[in-house]
């Protein structure tokens, strides 16, 4: 073969974690029996049920069993990817089948196994698979669907996650299913007649693709490679191609060829256009005879073919012969009619389109039962039943059903366009001596990759015990696989692990042919693996039982869980160990194997008995051992510590691959030999392992030698250069250890590891005095690493720069350091010696040794270009950015450093202000290391960067970092990990963020600035989900009723905490909920007179009962209004009803007064409509948002008729709300067809409601059916109940509403004057049908004005008009002329229209049609007319009509005032009047008074919920005017004139005006006015009038105070509808206007309550809005401050809506932008997220704002901190860490009284609340320790005072800006110049008393080892001196020359003076007589 393996050398590591394995599935299986098992246990004996036959079967093995066989099980195991985040633990799923069960299961290391889902199917699984389907969304991305396939012999099922199922029908048998990246490829299982069967020459399509489960399986095409002949494409009909491996990424399949012997490997992909045309055009083969005609009509034939004769259960002699043939496939025919089954997917024929048509797809899914048969057993491509003439193939056999030969092959059958091509890759090549017979097939194939990327395609051939690995390389456009080598390796069987997660490392464990495992990573091999326990002389190859008991108990595993496995396993008789059946092809070579144990002679005593490997996930794999048992290991990870993984993470970049492969499997051999090192010693290892392979000898090395134990590593050196290599290669492979090596190790006891600097320092120190300074060490140059030693020192370099930016890395970075300082010495890199010494000068002092490098290899070593001398130290680049300074680009690693990455770029925008940083200027600022290898190493970061979009425009720098940050996946987290200096500008930018963040900036930012308020918001939750949300944390459950027998009234559901906010000081919720109670009795108090007998009183008592009546049946319609969308419902129980409850009781004795009784006369079907009504007010409770389904509304259906009013109002309710849309077709053809009046009235309706605006056909056509003018005319007339012809007509309004549709608008223009038939048809309650089609005619032509598109023909506004005045009566038109002929023979109407029936519905269609489109000429229609005559002429109620009509067309003349209002009325009525006229004073009453109302009806729609004040005081006035004339203020002249009934007209409808204007808000004033009316019951209060009032109740609480009414055209319609001003005058009157209609009000209702949410209790508070009103030409711009939570305006009004400060955080809605976020926001519950700023309390618990923490700070400027209590903490914060702060360190309790920073604490926690920064408090904390730690002086690194020469910097660069920066700053008080002076005195202090110190270290001298080295080093740092190694500031002699250096020396000038006095010589620290104060700050 072209590569060979690396030479194998005695190592060996060892397996952990060994657990005995039992599939999950088999136990879950016993458990549960099911109807397989039960009919098993009849046939066998108990103990054999579950044998474990069948452990190693292969998948192809799976056939289908009888009864009377065995069960067979598989099972398959995959890593665990439904859903989890990256870091969560990784687990395993299990997909397990036997018999008819799948059971898929979950379950990790730390968490026992669960079934998540578990299958039965009605015959026995074939293979069960995960695969992902790819479905195409709207939008034309792609969405996968994960599924899961269960294969049966007939048909395939497929399940979804999300929970859909599909049964796909199987036109053929199938051999074996594969996933693929597409879907799923079918082979077809060869029949033994195939061959006579196809038609000669012509080979039918092998193997099948499906795209999803819906389409059509269409074959698969093969594109063979180039050097044959790459025109040819053909169906892939090849019988002697098997797939053996198909892979998704790559898209790749295996096959294998049994006639030649080989594998091929093809790229998968969709079929081109060009390769369809070529397949379907027939080409002709040489012979000449046309291939492919016959096949492809045959084969389509086939697949599409359903005719039932081809299918048992066709004809009966065909189901005799299939039943009594093939007893097995009987029981389809009892297959379960109600699953959803689709038949053949060929029914349907789809010509050419893959994706089907909506039609299609439901009838597949809803085929009845009964066609199951069609598909089931007898699969059309094998003969399943013994006989073959029963099935009629095709018409070349002669078979007795010859009505089958003659169906199946129409020619004119489209041929099936196949979906999928495979283009052949790589073949491999059989060598010449080979016979056939010596290759077979490939048992197992799979993908691996070595450490360094390269990728093999592995294939194990099991008879030769083979191993083939072919190494792949995407070309570069990676659409091509190239496949350059084939590499074989002796193996029994192999497995592909992951030995690193995080790294992406993989390994491949190999099964020798002498049993020994073997890892590998490539082809390279690492070691063996060694199974603690395996080897034990316990497991012997005889046949008796094998004691497993004893190798296990010896492993470390919990011992009751194997324990548990083991005894099991002996329960099971002896025979079932014994190989079983299943694994006969393994067990051929059984002789072959055993004498092969023998020969080799290690394993003479100890057989080893592992078999196979299966199942590998991640590290683990199972071992299938002799006899069936099988233990689960797992291989060890690279590396534990992340100290190591990084480190080799960055050996792995910068070496070459053999380099890094050497290095790496060296190390993990090291690493994990057995019994070898503990986790906390893996550095000390690495160390030593890494030096040595430099060529360093660690243990002459006294640091080294001290990490690790006294076993010498200078021997394996020795024996290197003794010993050569077998094959003479130069590979330096061979330095691996020697055995002798191991078993040191073994018997050493592991040392601990040092990890704290100062241990360390101490015990160097002493080694190194005690090494004779006298010997000299010498790097080995014959070391692998010896050449890149330059490049490795400086990757650890970056790397430890790396780690000093991470705070939880830190520590590690001192580990690093020790080596880093030795590479450094022995490189004579100067600088990096002193860099480490300066950040660790007390670890550095105890290292002094070098190791020197002979000159005469130094040129071996590559110094990379990289490499400078000045070494890049990232504080240092940090600070001088901060100063302003000009940098050089930063080096890092990709994917290695991201830390410095991101500071280094975010410095670089937010400091030098560059906005380009991010993006195109990157490379300014970053110097990016390419290395030897890893090309794509920055893939794995990319892939972080979450979802946020940066979008960088004019936004401040401090936006900009903070959206750029969070793009880059940088949280909270992270930042509290960098360090306190570096964070602060990060923390400023933030801090500035947060103030006023953008509504619309992502999650992840709004968290990044610490706004949870916006965070939560962006996660959008309702307040109720449902009553147990308990997650979603807001419990706002509704109350529970005070007494337990308290009948439910409907009205609980009112979420009171919002509703006590909105109406804090009165209980005006309860009273509403007691006004509108219609399910208790009602009082009945009748004082009995003397002269009354008792009879006569009892019934004076019913008489005033069914008065009463007359209001409780009225209730309803105003209750669904108050509980508007309140609740939202339980799926498994139905909706609770409220009963009407039409009784009373009499006091004193509460005696029951009961209408039933006979004394009186009730009216027949009294409470059929209030039924209805109480019907729809329980279902409009139901929220639109909630989840209901079909099965739901079907659920709640009664089962006595009498309730069937109710629920015919309870569909209208669903409807109206939205969710009828979800009832099926079936089920609304079933309402209709039962004949139900009130059902078809309430179905049209609401099915109408919810398909509002759509123009749905199937709607369309429902309605039309009920209409008999939308019917053709000669169609059969329907006898459709008239009401139902109303809602029916008024539907198609709904439907089309707005879309102008002309033949609608035609028919109903025609239908308004719809005369009378001959016979009765037609004749009653004419009104309200020309009403209907007035309104529905309106609603087609909403607000379209004169722009009619197509229908100027029709003169619509002149037919209306004539309609409404009168006239000739037109002739009509069109079809309907027939129906008209003859006249009625009840109603003598003429040839004039009927003004009093078509007036009503033509007024309100004009007023629609022209709404708002200010068209005077039409409104001077509709003027009253100005003369008295005229004026007789028209009804006083067309006058309010005409009116309102008229104002709502000059919809922006509407005024709010009563002048307007009069301005109505025509002039002759408001002048004087002239004696002499004959005026009929009551006509006169009457038409102000109609006009008035009409005219007051247009005002409360044109201020519809908007509450202005103007608007509602100008009604109530005319309110009051009307009540004074009522006869209960005793005038009785006005009533004369008027009549009590119009008055009372007038007055309902100017108090339903004033509750649309107050709509939602619970106005006081409307209120009592509304009880008024609710308790005056008596004389000619009838019902419709107290339906009026109580909707105006409704409406004034619309659904609890969250609802308003909308001005929308769409809102206005459906209020005219449903307030025609003519009630009903009692419950059974529909004539003038159907009273289903009135409910439609709920269209018009839309959200718009803003609820503040506190996010951090979840409560509903208070919070002060600022809303600002768009300009309009009534008003200028103007904002309003309105106290939430409270109804927001209509939203096309506003321009922003923003929570005011100060109590708590800003936040703007901009409204100018997009309205769509507020209304989502409002949609759901309204639910605004706040939060309280620091220091603050909500308005509920301090309304002034006077206890605030601000306001003692106010009154006393600086006593603010003394005044400050730490115990008030918990008041004005709910952050847990600052309240626990101030307990545990700013109260002074007994033991804290000797710690004086108490107060100091104090103060710190007073800023930080009070400047609104409380994360700051760790900052402040980490400068104060620094600086009281280097007073004390007992600093060990000089890392914090790095971090505070950051901060200096900054706040320095901030206040050279000048002091109006500083606001902006986050370090606002005193603090800061306090902690600078202390430093500067601590060091200044040093200086005065050491500067010869420091004078020596500038000249260069050796320095003395004491402690001053320590305060040197503090010094050095925060004073920024560079690394003095140039003579020139020697020459400086005054101060003027140092200046000049200085500026090539990058020192700040406040340090420079510092310096000056020890540069240039003078002792005395004053300088030109200035003293140094003076320049301190």
């Known amino acids: 073969m072209s590569e060979v393996v690396y030479e194998e050398t005695a190592t060996m590591i060892a397996a952990g974690e060994l657990q005995s394995f039992v599939p999950f599935g088999r136990e879950h299986c016993r458990n549960h029996p099911n109807a397989f098992n039960l009919q098993l246990r009849e046939l066998q004996p108990a103990s054999e049920l579950w044998s474990s036959d069948g452990a190693a079967g292969l998948v192809g093995s799976l056939q289908e069993v009888s009864l009377q066989e065995r069960e067979r099980e598989w099972w398959q195991l995959r890593k665990g990817c439904t859903g989890v985040k990256e870091e969560e633990v990784m687990f395993e799923e299990e997909l397990y089948a036997a018999g008819n069960v799948v059971v898929w299961s979950q379950g990790s290391r730390t968490q026992a196994s669960s079934v998540y889902k578990a299958f039965t199917v009605d015959s026995p699984v074939q293979q069960a698979l995960w695969c992902n389907f790819a479905v195409l969304q709207n939008n034309n991305d792609e969405e996968v669907e994960q599924t899961i396939c269960i294969v049966q012999s007939s048909c395939i099922n497929v399940h979804t996650v999300t929970g859909k199922d599909f049964i796909s029908p199987l036109p053929f048998q199938v051999s074996n299913v594969w996933a693929t990246k597409f879907g799923l490829l079918l082979e077809r299982k060869i029949s033994a007649n195939d061959t006579q069967l196809n038609p000669p020459g012509e080979p039918l399509p092998m193997v099948f693709s499906m795209l999803h489960p819906l389409d059509e399986i269409a074959p698969l095409v093969s594109k063979p490679s180039s050097q044959f002949d790459s025109s040819t494409v053909h169906y892939m009909s090849d019988s002697t191609m098997k797939i053996v491996f198909t892979c998704c990424q790559p898209s790749i399949l295996v096959s294998y060829d049994t006639v030649q012997g080989t594998h091929t490997v093809w790229a998968l992909r969709k079929v081109t256009h060009d390769e369809c045309s070529t397949v379907l055009r027939y080409p002709t083969e040489p012979v000449g005879k046309p291939l492919g005609l016959m096949a492809s009509n045959f084969l389509t034939s086939h697949l599409r073919n359903i005719s039932r004769l081809d299918s048992p259960g066709g004809s009966g002699t065909e189901l005799k012969s299939c039943a009594l043939s093939s007893p097995k496939h009987y029981n389809v025919l009892r297959s379960n009619p109600n699953r959803a089954v689709t038949s053949s997917p060929g029914a349907h024929s789809r010509v050419h389109s893959p994706n089907i048509s909506n039609m ?547 410095y670089a925008l937010y400091i030098f202000g560059d906005d380009k940083a991010t993006s195109s200027s990157e490379s300014k600022y970053l110097f990016k290391l390419s290395a030897g290898q890893k090309s794509c190493a920055s893939e794995p970061y990319l892939r972080r960067q979450s979802s946020v979009k940066v979008r960088f425009s004019s936004a401040s720098l401090a936006e900009q970092l903070v959206v750029w940050l969070a793009s880059q996946g940088f949280t909270l987290k992270d930042l509290e990990s960098v360090p306190f200096g570096v964070a602060l500008p990060i923390r400023e930018a933030i801090y500035r963020c947060r103030e006023q963040p953008c509504s619309d900036w992502s999650e992840e930012v709004c968290l990044l600035i610490g706004r949870q308020d916006l965070t939560k918001q962006a996660h959008k939750m309702t307040l109720a989900k449902s009553k147990a949300s308990v997650s979603s944390g807001l419990s706002l459950e509704p109350p529970v009723a005070t007494e337990p027998d308290e009948e439910e009234d409907g009205m609980s559901d009112i979420i009171q905490e919002v509703t006590g906010l909105i109406w804090s000081q009165d209980l005006r919720i309860q009273e509403v909920r007691r006004l509108l109670r219609s399910s208790g009795p009602v009082r009945v108090s009748v004082v009995q007179l003397p002269e009354v007998s008792d009879h006569e009183y009892i019934e004076e008592k019913e008489n005033k009962l069914l008065q009463l009546c007359q209001r409780t049946m009225a209730l309803p319609v105003g209750r669904g209004l108050f509980t508007l969308f309140s609740y939202h419902p339980v799926l498994t129980e139905p909706l609770p009803v409220p009963k009407l409850n039409l009784t009373g009781r009499a006091p004193p004795r509460n005696t029951m007064v009961d209408l039933n009784s006979g004394n009186i006369d009730v009216p027949p079907n009294m409470t059929s409509w209030p039924s209805f009504h109480n019907g729809v007010a329980a279902g409009l409770k139901i929220a639109p948002a909630s989840q209901v389904d079909s099965a739901w509304i079907a659920y709640n259906k009664p089962k006595s008729p009498e309730l069937a009013n109710e629920y015919a109002g309870f569909l209208m309710a669903l409807g109206l709300n939205g969710h009828l849309t979800k009832l099926a077709t079936l089920n609304i053809h079933d309402y209709l067809t039962k004949g139900h009046e009130m059902t078809s009235v309430g179905l049209l309706l609401g099915v109408s409601s919810a398909k509002l605006g759509t123009m749905d056909m199937s709607t369309t056509r429902l309605l039309s059916i009920h209409i008999p003018a939308l019917l053709p005319p000669t169609s059969t007339e329907l006898d459709v109940p008239h009401n139902v012809q109303v809602a029916a007509v008024i539907g198609v309004g709904l439907v089309y509403q707005g879309t102008g549709h002309r033949h609608n608008a035609e028919v109903l223009l025609s239908e308004i004057g719809r005369p009378p038939g001959p016979e009765m048809e037609y004749c009653t309650d004419r009104e309200s049908y020309s009403l209907a089609a007035g309104l529905a005619l309106g609603m087609v032509c909403l607000g379209h004005g004169s722009n009619l598109i197509g229908m100027t023909d029709l003169n619509v506004p002149e037919q209306l008009y004539q309609y409404m005045v009168g006239g000739h009566r037109r002739a009509q038109a069109g079809a309907n002329r027939e129906r008209h002929k003859s006249p009625s023979y009840q109603i003598k109407e003429g040839d004039t229209i009927n003004v009093d029936v078509t007036c009503p519905g033509a007024t309100l269609a004009l007023a629609m049609i022209y709404l708002k489109t200010n068209n005077r000429s039409i409104a001077d229609w509709l003027k009253p007319p100005d003369t008295w005559f005229l004026l007789d002429f028209i009804k006083p109620e067309f006058l309010l009509l005409r009116t309102l009509a008229r104002c709502i067309i000059m919809w922006d003349e509407i005024l709010p005032n009563s002048e307007w209002v009069k301005s109505n009325i025509p002039q002759i009525m408001r002048g004087n009047f002239d004696a002499s006229e004959d005026i009929n004073m009551e006509t006169m009453a009457q038409a102000e008074d109609y006009i008035t109302a009409g005219a007051c009806m247009a005002l409360g729609l044109r201020f519809a919920g908007s509450a202005n004040s103007d608007a509602f005081d100008c009604l109530y006035e005319f309110a009051r005017t009307f009540m004074k004339m009522m006869p209960f203020a005793g005038t009785a002249a006005s009533l004369q004139q008027m009549g009590y009934y119009n008055l009372q007209t007038c007055l309902s409808m100017i108090l339903l005006a004033m509750s649309m204007v107050m709509a939602g808000t619970g106005n006081l004033k409307v209120l009592q006015l509304c009880r008024f009316f609710h308790k005056r019951t008596g004389g000619e209060m009838n019902y419709g009038f107290h339906m009026a009032h109580h909707m105006a109740l409704g409406l004034l609480f619309l659904g609890g105070g969250r609802y308003t009414i909308s001005t929308s055209n769409s809102a206005i319609a459906a209020l005219l509808c449903a307030l025609y001003p003519h009630f009903p005058a009692h419950s059974t009157d529909n004539r003038y206007h159907l009273q289903a209609l009135r409910h439609l009000v709920v269209l018009a209702a839309e959200p718009r309550l803003l609820v503040p949410v506190d996010v951090d209790s979840l409560k509903p508070c208070y919070a002060l809005l600022e809303v600002s009103y768009k300009e309009t030409k009534w008003y200028n711009e103007t904002t309003v401050e309105l106290m939430a939570p409270t109804l927001l305006p209509e939203l096309h009004l506003l321009k922003q809506v923003k929570v005011k400060g100060p109590r708590y955080w800003e936040l703007t809605l901009d409204l100018s932008k997009e309205t769509h976020h507020l209304k989502s926001i409002l949609s759901q519950d309204g639910v605004l997220y706040v939060k309280l700023r620091a220091g603050q309390l909500p308005y509920k618990d301090d309304p002034q704002g006077w206890k605030s923490l601000l306001t003692t700070a106010v009154n006393h400027r600086s006593s603010g901190v003394t005044a400050f209590k730490p115990e008030t903490i918990s008041t004005f914060t709910s952050n847990p860490a600052l309240i626990s702060f101030a307990d545990f360190f700013c109260k002074t309790s007994e033991g804290m009284k000797h710690r004086k920073d108490t107060h100091m604490f104090s103060a710190m926690l007073y800023e930080c609340v009070t400047q609104e920064c409380p994360e700051m408090l760790p900052t402040y904390i980490a400068i104060e320790q620094a600086v009281s730690a280097l007073q004390r002086g007992d600093l060990q690194q000089t890392f914090p005072l790095w971090q505070l020469r950051l901060v200096v910097d900054l706040w320095d660069s901030r206040m050279l800006r000048g002091p109006a920066n500083s606001h902006n700053t986050l370090l606002k008080s005193e603090f800061l110049p306090v902690m600078k002076n202390a430093v500067d005195v601590a060091l200044d202090g040093w200086l005065k008393d050491s500067s010869s110190v420091l004078r020596s270290y500038m000249w260069n001298q050796v320095l003395s080892k004491d402690a001053q080295s320590i305060m040197l080093a503090c010094f050095l740092v925060y004073r920024s001196v560079p690394c003095f190694r140039s003579t020139q500031l020697k020459s400086c002699s005054s101060f003027g020359d140092l200046l000049s250096c200085s500026s090539q020396l990058e020192i700040p000038l406040r340090d420079l003076l510092r310096l000056a006095p020890v540069l240039l010589g003078s002792g005395s620290p004053s300088l030109l007589g200035f003293p140094l104060q003076a320049f301190s700050s």
């Not at 020619?411 to 091509?421: F, G, Q, R």
């Not at 590499?487 to 002498?514: F, W, Y």
């Not at 019994?675 to 690495?686: K, R």
Request: proline share 7%; with cysteine; charged share 15%.
């Open 360 to 906: 299609a797809a439901l009838s597949r899914a809803h085929s009845p039962g009964m066609a199951a048969p069609s598909f089931s057993g007898a699969s059309r491509f094998n003969t399943s039943f013994h006989s073959p003439s029963s099935r009629g193939h095709h018409g070349l056999l002669s078979s007795p059903n010859s009505t089958v030969n003659e169906t199946v092959l129409p020619p004119e059958m489209e041929p099936i366009v196949p979906d999928l091509c495979v283009e052949q890759l790589w073949t491999e090549t059989v060598a010449a001596g080979c016979h056939r017979e010596m290759s077979s097939q490939a048992s197992k194939v799979f993908i691996t990759s070595d450490l360094c990327e390269n990728r093999y395609l592995c294939f194990l051939v099991e008879s030769h015990q083979q191993l083939r690995c072919v190494k792949f390389i995407e070309s570069n456009e990676s659409s091509q696989l190239i496949f350059p080598s084939v590499t074989t390796i002796s193996a029994k069987d192999a497995a592909p692990l992951q030995i690193s997660a995080r790294q992406n490392i993989d390994a491949m464990l190999v099964l020798e042919a002498c049993g020994s495992l073997v890892l590998y990573t490539g082809i390279t091999r690492v070691s063996k693996v060694f199974v603690p326990g395996l080897l034990s002389p316990s497991f012997s190859l005889s046949n008796q039982r094998p004691q497993i008991s004893t190798p296990v108990e010896s492993v470390s595993t919990p011992a009751n869980g194997v324990n548990r496995h083991i005894q099991r396993l002996s329960e099971v008789p002896a025979q079932d160990f014994m190989p079983s059946p299943v694994s006969e092809p393994k067990g051929l070579n059984n002789k072959h194997h055993e004498a092969s144990f023998f020969e080799d002679h290690i394993f003479q005593q100890a057989t080893p008995c592992i078999h196979g490997l299966r199942d590998p996930v991640c590290n683990r794999v199972t071992l299938e051992l002799g006899g069936g048992a099988m233990l689960r290991i797992s291989v060890p990870e690279v590396a534990t510590s992340e100290l190591v993984q990084k480190c080799l993470q960055a050996i792995r970049f910068i070496l070459p691959k053999d380099a890094a492969m050497k290095v790496l499997v060296k190390w993990y051999n090291i690493y994990n030999a057995p019994g070898g090192s503990s986790a906390h010693a893996e550095w000390s290892l690495f160390v030593t392992c890494f030096m040595t392979l430099m060529g360093y000898n660690t243990e002459r090395l006294a640091w080294t030698r001290h990490l690790h134990f006294e076993v010498p590593l200078s021997p394996v050196i020795a024996a290197k250069k003794a010993r050569h290599s077998a094959q003479g290669s130069e590979e330096d492979w061979d330095y691996l250890l020697a055995s002798r090596y191991h078993r040191q190790i073994i018997s050493q006891p592991v040392c601990a590891s040092v990890e704290s600097s100062d241990i360390v320092a101490t015990e160097m120190g002493d080694l190194s005095s005690a090494s004779s300074p006298g010997s000299s060490l010498k790097l080995e140059s014959s070391a692998p690493l010896f050449p890149h030693i330059p490049a490795l020192f400086y990757v650890l370099h970056l790397l430890y720069q790396e780690l000093q930016l991470d705070e939880l890395h830190r520590a590690k970075a001192s580990s690093l350091v020790c080596v880093l300082q030795q590479l450094a010495r022995d490189l004579q890199l100067e600088e990096y010696v002193d860099l480490y010494w300066r950040d660790y000068p007390s670890v550095m002092s105890g290292f002094s040794k070098c190791c020197s490098i002979d000159h005469a290899v130094i040129e071996q070593m590559q110094r990379p270009s990289f490499l400078l001398s000045k070494p890049p130290c990232v504080f240092s680049w940090l600070s001088s950015c901060l100063r302003g300074d000009e940098n050089t680009p930063f080096p890092y690693l990709p994917a290695i450093c991201q830390r410095t990455r991101l500071l280094v770029l975010s």
